[in-house]
């Protein structure tokens, strides 16, 4: 009879062991999963930061090149303006001669 309760009682604690033994290895892996976690959160954060900014600076980029646009236009438009002021100062000097003809004699 000693044999077999010393056997249960070995066998009881090589049980307790393996269980305590199975519990730290999912403590181990709870921790890990933990960390990985807390690192991609962080890296989240870095990422998206970095996202922002660039979307800032292109944002800044695509206004900037659409004021350089209609400047542009805006200065295309000034030189016809001008162009066609000055085509219509001719018209109106040729109208006038047209209509007081100088005549030599």
């Given at each position: 009879?000693e044999?077999?309760?010393k ?18 290895h ?7 999963f933990t ?8 890296s989240r954060?870095t990422?998206f ?5 660039e979307?800032?600076q ?6 900037r ?5 209609w ?8 030189l ?7 085509a219509s ?5 040729a109208?006038?001669l047209?209509?007081?003809p100088?005549?030599?004699s």
């Amino acid at each position: 009879m000693e044999v077999t309760e010393k056997e249960q009682s070995e066998t009881h604690l090589a049980g307790l062991e393996e269980m305590e033994l199975n519990i730290s290895h999912i403590l181990e892996r709870i921790e890990r999963f933990t960390q990985l976690v807390s690192e991609l959160l962080e890296s989240r954060e870095t990422m998206f930061k970095e996202l922002s900014n660039e979307f800032e600076q292109r944002l800044i980029w695509i206004h900037r090149e659409q004021m350089k646009k209609w400047r542009e236009e805006i200065k295309e438009l000034r030189l016809v303006d001008a162009s066609n002021e000055e085509a219509s100062a001719l018209l109106n000097n040729a109208r006038f001669l047209l209509q007081n003809p100088i005549f030599d004699s």
